[in-house]
C-alpha cells in the first residue's frame, strides 16, 4: 500500500477507458465508474466485514445484502422491465442448497472468516451465469422469433417451442466455467489459491480448497442456467417487444 498503487490504477482504468474510446466499444464511461464503484465499495466493505466476522446476525445480513445486490444487478442486466425480480430465483436455487449442504456436512462452517468468501464466490458465479443464460436466451427468442412461431404452428407448447430455440444459445454460458475450471493450474492460478498461498497454508491444502471452490461453481452455475432458461420459456422473465 503506497502512492504508486493508486498511480498504478489510475493508470490502468485511464488505459482501459481510454481504449474502449477509441475502439468505439460503447463502454467507455461504464469502465470508469465500475472502477470508482469498486473502489468505494471495496473501501466500504473492508471497514464493515470485520464486524459481521464476529457476530452471527450481521454475518447473515451481510449474505443477504450480498444476495439482494446479485438479484438486482442480474436481473437489470438481462431486462429493463419489473421480471428482473425473477433473477433471484435462479441465484438462490444455485447457491443456498449447495451453502446449506456444506455447513450441514462440516465442511463450511458458520464463521464468517469462511462463509462470507465461499457464498460470495458462488453467488458471484451464480450472477454471471445467470446474466449470460438470460441474455443469450432472450435475444436467440429475439433473433429467432419466426422459429419460435413455426414450432407453435406444429403443435408445440409456448414453453417448449421457446425452451427448444434458446437452450442451445443459454448453455453457452457456462463455457467460461468448464474453461476456468479445464486450466486451472496450466494458465491460471486463481484467487482462492493464491490467497491460501499467502496467508500461509500448504499448497496441497490450498489446491484442495481451490478444487472444493471450481467444483461448487460448475454445480451453482449449471443449476442457475438451467432455472433462468426455464423462466424465459415459461415467459416469467420477458423483454418488451419492439412494436410495444
Not at 454471471?128 to 408445440?156: D, K, N, W
Not at 493450474?185 to 500461509?200: E, K, N
Amino acid at each position: 500500500m503506497n502512492p504508486a498503487l493508486g498511480v498504478a490504477l489510475a493508470v490502468l482504468l485511464v488505459a482501459g477507458a481510454a481504449v474502449a474510446a477509441l475502439a468505439q466499444l460503447g463502454h467507455t464511461r461504464a469502465i470508469v465508474t465500475a472502477g470508482l464503484r469498486a473502489t468505494v465499495q471495496l473501501a466500504a466493505v473492508a471497514a464493515v466485514v470485520r464486524w459481521a466476522l464476529d457476530s452471527r446476525p450481521l454475518l447473515f445480513a451481510f449474505i443477504a445484502m450480498m444476495f439482494a445486490v446479485a438479484t438486482r444487478t442480474a436481473g437489470r442486466r438481462i431486462t429493463k422491465n419489473d421480471t428482473w425480480r425473477w433473477a433471484a430465483v435462479p441465484i438462490g436455487v444455485a447457491v443456498f442448497p449447495v451453502v446449506v449442504l456444506l455447513v450441514a456436512i462440516g465442511v463450511l462452517p458458520v464463521r464468517g472468516i469462511a462463509l462470507i468468501p465461499i457464498t460470495g464466490i458462488l453467488i458471484g458465479g451464480a450472477l454471471t451465469a445467470t446474466v449470460l443464460a438470460g441474455r443469450r436466451a432472450l435475444e436467440e427468442l429475439e433473433t429467432r422469433r419466426g422459429e419460435v412461431e413455426a414450432a407453435l404452428s406444429i403443435g408445440f407448447m409456448d414453453r417448449d417451442a421457446r425452451l427448444e430455440i434458446a437452450r442451445q444459445s443459454a448453455a453457452g454460458a457456462l463455457i467460461p466455467a468448464l474453461d476456468q475450471t479445464r486450466t486451472v493450474g496450466l494458465v491460471t492460478l486463481p484467487g482462492a489459491f493464491i490467497g491460501m498461498l499467502l496467508g500461509g497454508a500448504s499448497p496441497l491444502l490450498a489446491g484442495a480448497v481451490q478444487l472444493f471452490v471450481l467444483v461448487a461453481l460448475l454445480a451453482v452455475e449449471a443449476v442457475a442456467v438451467a432455472v433462468v432458461l426455464e423462466l424465459v420459456a415459461r415467459n416469467k422473465i420477458s423483454r418488451p417487444s419492439r412494436g410495444a
